[in-house]
Antibody, heavy 117, light 113 residues
């Protein structure tokens, strides 16, 4: 069974940093591209970042470009999102998703990031 | 950036009755490989999103056959043939043809009358 488990969320002050992790299991992680998607409270879904299976290709949404960094460790079956210079508007639940046949076929349960002073 | 427009915003439905959600994209989602990269997701209250449909009309494993997707080019529809209580939630369409960025519709909230 495919499982994606996010962690690392929490309360952080504006301007601060957090590193989110996504632990993958139930599939050969290294074969798949992965994404981060977020959802602000009471709002819709926003794609943030993509990383290819080889880490050769990386993309970011304009809203996080230059502040967030996606990475992966295939040996540890893990996906990461380093978030710097956090703003109030970054408050959201952050999901990791697998990219396969179509897009975003599996999602984690999400981790909540709250940016507030 | 491709804009995805869903309607209606809210959809009150009687149990056992059909429901239909529309999604329009600002550009064609047909790719040269012959696939159209349009997905539908369901988000039940308090849960993470779950993909229901990919490539316009292909149901994911475990998705009841009362859910069906149709459409082509820029105009798509998700239909629920007979709404059940467990179908309550927000439904999103998403395009994967012209990326980055991947873009989602604003969501349609399905509720029971």
């Amino acid at each position: 069974e495919v499982q994606l488990v996010e962690s690392g969320g929490g309360l952080v002050q504006p301007g601060g940093s957090l590193r989110l992790s996504c632990a993958a299991s139930g599939f050969t992680f290294s074969y798949y591209s992965m994404n981060w998607v977020r959802q602000a409270p009471g709002k819709g879904l926003e794609w943030l970042s993509y990383i290819s299976s080889s880490s050769n290709t990386i993309h970011y949404a304009d809203s996080v470009k230059g502040r967030f960094t996606i990475s992966r460790d295939d040996a540890k079956n893990s996906l990461f999102l380093q978030m710097n210079s956090l703003r109030d508007e970054d408050t959201a639940v952050y999901y990791c998703t697998r990219d396969a046949t179509g897009n975003f076929d599996h999602w984690g349960q999400g981790t909540l990031v709250t940016v507030s002073s | 950036e491709v804009v995805m427009t869903q309607s209606p915003l809210s959809l009150p439905v009687t149990l056992g009755q059909p429901a239909s959600i529309s999604c329009r994209s600002s550009q064609s989602l047909l790719y040269s490989d012959g696939n159209t990269y349009l997905n539908w997701f369901q988000q039940r209250p308090g849960q993470s999103p779950r993909r229901l449909i990919y490539h316009v009309s292909n149901r994911d494993s475990g998705v009841p056959d009362r859910f069906s997707g149709s459409g082509s080019g820029t105009d798509f529809t998700l239909k629920i043939s007979r709404v059940e209580a467990e179908d309550v939630g927000v439904y999103y369409c998403m395009q994967g043809r012209h990326w980055p960025p991947f873009t989602f519709g604003g969501g349609t909230k399905v509720e029971i009358k």
